[in-house]
């Protein structure tokens, strides 16, 4: 037998059930990825399977340099079969790690590889990969298409013109519909270079003079319209804190003034400024009828000499800290809630001490004139908790504070067109999860209950969450 086999991940008849006859064939709505929209656009051809696999994959990176790789050989110049070998020579210390497990679903479901990558076969493997990708043409589309997906929301910036995806629109011969979601970090970096930046590329695209915190948040309305035009549907915010910190119009006026005078700000001002963006950000969305993602909880770029030499996202992020999660999470949330502008919020945090705190805080705005179901979210894992035990961890502190049954599921969070599979990983894991709880008696052997429960949390719930149809 295969290591991904059938029953991979399913331990109990219930389990096996419910993922074969419900989970497996549901269409996937991943509504928060990383995909480049150009690459999709283009229907980009891959050269083999190290630019496909590799190139993108910070996750794939960090486990090569604990295994002992030289850069050169990781976001060097190498050659792919160099980086793929050392690639192949890593996997074999992954056990115990997700990519063992993610690594074979994507050797299995694109490729058709059933043995075990290692340091013995990694030349083999890597003939037959990328013979697969010349004779099934493998392009971005492809791929997409046939992992069964339905939906894919992209991860765009304010200033970006969006061209790509007025490509992948007006073409009728790809089906799946992929729309940008709009994330302002650098519009919150205040006090550093990346905001100067930020201003001054908005004044580019809107061709309007930016002096006043009031007249920025004009052009960020304008780029809203601009994205709502295109599809979108959707924003995203990630902070490394979460924070709240009042502050009146007049003294966000006098920060914006002094992060413009590229003056030095305290703390307290930064917190108040990126508190009263956040709220006047989330009216907007609400009147938009978009869903507003905060992930929080990470502290970024760690290796300074690795960051000087590669850059960002490269693999040098971890789980940051702090203290008052619970107080900025509701208080932000009531800030909206008490002007009846509070949107559709999913709520991401990277640290798992407070999953408990994020679920009863949410719990606190459920109620909505609109009939809602889950209206505020408890997001799915997230990067460093995307893995079995984080997935469990998240979906049980759900049920013991809110409703699983709305749980609006998985999401990529990749830059790879073979992510996908992670969402049949999350599926297995659900399975087992709920089979386990049936059969030890927690949960009712009914199957018209149970199949709702699945099918709602793999797909339906997503589906009618991330719809502009549905009510505000």
Known sequence: MSFIHEDFMLQNDTAKHLYHDYAKSLPIFDYHCHLDPKLIAKDHEFENITELWLARDHYKWRAMRANGVPEEKITGNATPEEKFKVWAQTVESCVGNPLYHWTHLELKRYFGVDDLLSGDNWKEIYDKANKVIKEKKLTARQLIEDSNVAFVGTTDYPTDSLIFHDEIVKDESFSVKVAPAFRPDEAFKIGEERFLNFIEKLQEISQKSISTYKEMLEQLKVRIDYFDQRGAMISDH????????????????????????????????????????????????????????IHFGAIRNNNSLMYEAIGVDAGFDSIDDQSGVAYALNELLDALAKEEKLPKTIIYNLNPAYNHVVASSIANFQNNKEGIKGKIQFGSGWWFNDTEQGMLRQMATLADHGLLMHFVGMLTDSRSFVSYPRHEYFRRILCNYIGEQVEQGKFPKDEKLLRKLVENICYHNAAAYFSKNQNK
């Not at 490394?240 to 307290?268: C, D, M, S």
């Open 238 to 293: 990630g902070l490394g804190k979460l924070v709240y910190a009042k502050a009146t119009e007049e003294e966000i006026e006098v920060i914006f003034k002094k992060a413009l005078e590229k003056r030095e700000l305290n703390q307290e001002e930064k917190d108040q400024y990126i508190t009263h963006l956040l709220v006047d950000l989330g009216k907007i969305y609400y009147e938009k009828n978009w869903v507003m993602q």
